[in-house]
């Protein structure tokens, strides 16, 4: 059974976790890189799950936009290192067009998200606080400080914070800036609090001391503590996140004390996911490393991109490395298989893969050609070469709109993979390596002077292929040392696609030039 329909029907079985309320959250705090789009996927792939169980099910998407500004990228350090401190929804957008800098990065992150198919509604933290449904929670853990604390202590083994501490930050009424206040009395209507100067190494309060209404937008829980408050909140019912923070001890192991001895509200099914690669190594926003959430879509078509989270279990980890390795033509190719596992139901697993990956409503299981991406990359880069014509020829057939379309659209990313992100070997351009320093025996240069004579007489790449077979069988020559001296003469490479259409995809003159001259130079 697929990962996700054994995870709908545990939860249903259950019988804890009613009414299926999925949720998911993002700060909104740079460009969300590619990695972060594994927990909101996870989270709408178990939705769909469910959804197919004929379940009514919710799903909602929260931007925790109330969340100081505490790192930036390299990227947004000249433009916004102001603002740090700030809410993010009420520092200045690092582009214009834009309400602030967390409505900036939110919407970029949901623009990624739409394309993928994603189906939640998207909701602000910011809004809620400011719409007064935190007022309770807060109360509550306002009143409960003492006992948050201990839970912390006991949890996750923390050293007891400073006699009076309260969990709740507030937006100084004087500077503006939410990550340097400290909160350190309540006396049930409102919170004593101080812009500290040095409270944080990466802002500075102004020291101004005010007393203020912890409600209604005013202040905000710390993130260990807002966490189960959410869920209280909204109704909250299936929540996972990334496995660092289901750790022992760790901020999930916090919430559910909180759920139980703060908030009374029943623990969510968690889903510890597994962490996405590139390299080795988890990606990270504030730190640069990791292609963006929005390559993604200039990357691989929507079903694609979607698959490439949806095919992985959840409990394991995505490697996943573009830059200079066969990584997409190999996702490609699963995705092929999945596919057509689909059309002929041959591997429920599989087919269901496919299934829960696509954007739009569900493709009829019929017959379909599906071109390989790596052939189309090859032939694109050659001359002479109609694809629709040669695809159709392949298949033996005329082509449906549907795999008309599919060429279309994988020749679109073919042109992005060879130009960013393919091998050097799947990069057909003419060597710019002197001949003169190619190692060739006096057969081999016979070879490649004959050819040449052959080349400038053929018109039809087709026939000029059957006709470089029939001179290295006239030539006598091994038929591997014959196309290694032609490959490497031409490409600086020890192989390629097919001769015939190679030769024709280069100047006359610049061709004739490298196959005669003579090896004496």
């Given at each position: ?5 054994k995870i709908a029907?545990e ?10 309320w999925?949720d ?8 969300a ?5 594994r927990?909101p996927?996870?989270h709408?792939?178990?939705y ?6 004929k379940?009514h099910v919710t799903s ?9 500004i505490d ?6 350090v ?6 740090l ?5 009420t ?7 834009y ?10 992150f ?5 394309s ?9 933290s ?14 509550i ?17 923390s050293?007891?914070?400073e ?9 100084c009424?004087?500077c ?15 919170v004593?609090?101080?812009?500290e ?7 500075a309060?102004?020291a101004?001391?005010?007393r203020?209404s ?6 905000k ?7 189960p408050?959410?869920w ?8 996972g996140a ?5 750790s022992?001890g ?10 139980d001895?703060?908030?009374?509200y029943?623990?969510?099914y968690n889903?510890p996911?597994?962490f996405f ?12 490393l990791g ?16 698959f ?7 409990r ?10 066969m990584a ?30 696509q954007?739009?409503k569900?493709?009829e ?11 189309i ?7 002479n ?10 298949k ?9 379309e599919?060429?279309?659209?994988r020749?679109?990313y ?11 070997d ?6 710019v ?9 006096d057969?081999?240069w ?11 007489q053929?018109?039809d790449?087709?026939?000029?292929q059957?006709e ?28 390629g ?22 090896k004496?130079g």
């Open positions: 059974m697929f990962w996700a329909d029907k939860i249903v079985s259950s019988g804890k976790h009613k009414p299926y999925v998911d959250m993002f700060t909104p705090s740079g460009y890189h590619i990695g972060s789009l927990g996927l996870v709408d792939v178990v769909r799950a469910l959804h197919d169980e379940k909602t998407f929260v931007f925790n936009d109330f969340d100081p790192g930036l990228p390299p990227e947004l000249e433009k916004s290192a102001p603002y401190g700030f809410p993010l929804r520092a200045p957008s690092p582009e214009p067009g309400s602030s800098f967390a409505d900036y990065f939110t919407k970029d949901q623009k990624v998200l739409g993928l198919g994603f189906g939640a509604t998207f909701l602000s910011w809004d809620m606080y400011h719409e007064g449904k935190f007022n309770e929670v807060i109360r853990a306002l009143d409960h400080a003492e006992v948050i604390q201990d839970i912390y202590q006991r949890v996750s083994g050293k007891k914070r006699k009076g501490w309260l969990p709740l930050q507030v937006i009424e004087k503006g800036k939410l990550g340097t206040t400290r909160v350190h009395d309540w006396d049930g209507k409102t004593a609090y101080t812009c100067s040095s409270m944080v190494t990466w802002a309060g102004c101004h001391s005010a203020v912890p409600f209604d937008g005013n202040g829980l710390p993130w260990k503590v807002d966490w408050a959410h209280k909140v909204m109704g909250v019912t299936i929540e990334g496995k660092d923070h289901s022992a760790g901020s999930r192991d916090i919430a559910r004390a909180l759920c001895e703060i908030f009374d029943p623990d969510p889903m996911y597994e690669l590139i390299g080795g190594k988890k990606m990270s926003s504030s730190k640069g292609l963006k959430a929005r390559d993604l879509t200039n990357l691989l078509p929507p079903s694609v991109g979607r490439l989270f949806t095919r992985t279990d959840f394991q980890a995505i490697e996943f490395d573009p830059v200079g390795t997409i033509p190999d996702l490609f190719d699963e995705y092929d298989r999945c596919w057509q596992a689909y059309i002929d139901g041959s591997d429920e697993n599989l087919s269901r893969a496919f299934e829960l990956s954007i739009g569900a493709l299981k019929k017959s379909t050609f599906l071109p390989r991406f790596r052939d990359a090859n032939l694109a880069q050659l001359p070469v109609e694809l629709w014509t040669k695809f159709r020829d392949m033996g057939a005329e082509l449906t709109n549907l795999e008309n599919i060429i279309k659209e020749l679109t073919a042109f992005v993979w060879l130009s960013k992100y393919a091998p050097d799947y990069r057909y351009q003419i060597s390596k002197s001949v003169k320093e190619i190692n060739l025996t057969s081999q016979d070879f490649l002077n004959d050819l040449a004579s052959i080349w400038q053929a018109e790449p087709e026939k000029l059957s470089i077979f029939q001179l290295v069988k006239n030539k006598n020559i091994n038929l591997k040392d014959a196309f290694k001296a032609l490959y490497g003469t031409i490409l600086d490479k020890p192989h696609p097919r001769a015939g259409w190679l030769l024709k995809k280069f100047p006359k003159e610049v061709v004739i030039e490298r196959l005669t001259l003579n004496n």
